[in-house]
């Protein structure tokens, strides 16, 4: 099993992404693409409308293939 070491600055951020899911309106999706996270929210009609681009945040929305994507790595977390 391979071994990844978070810094307390990574671990802040995943901490913050949590938070965020907790209270996230199920009215919002986020969408991966061309590089920018997109917030989007259903129209009149249903269609999902853009209503934001974030940037700055690295994001892939594809799907990884087996050797692309370790999914059984051993997290070591910063001691707090």
């Known amino acids: ?5 978070l810094t307390t600055e ?3 951020a995943i901490n913050s992404l949590i938070r ?11 969408f991966s693409h061309a590089g920018a996270l997109i917030v989007t929210k259903a129209n ?3 269609v999902q409308a853009t209503v934001s681009y974030i940037e700055g945040i690295p994001n892939d929305g594809g799907d990884p293939g087996d ?5 059984h790595a051993g997290i070591e ?3 707090t």
């Not at 099993?1 to 070491?5: D, H, L, Q, R």
């Not at 965020?20 to 986020?30: F, T, Y």
């Not at 050797?67 to 999914?71: F, H, K, N, T, V």
């Open 1 to 5: 099993m391979s071994i990844v070491t």
């Open 10 to 12: 990574e671990a802040r």
């Open 20 to 30: 965020l899911a907790k209270k996230w309106p199920e009215s919002l999706r986020l």
């Open 44 to 46: 009149r009609h249903g």
């Open 67 to 71: 050797d692309e994507l370790d999914q």
């Open 77 to 79: 977390w910063p001691q």
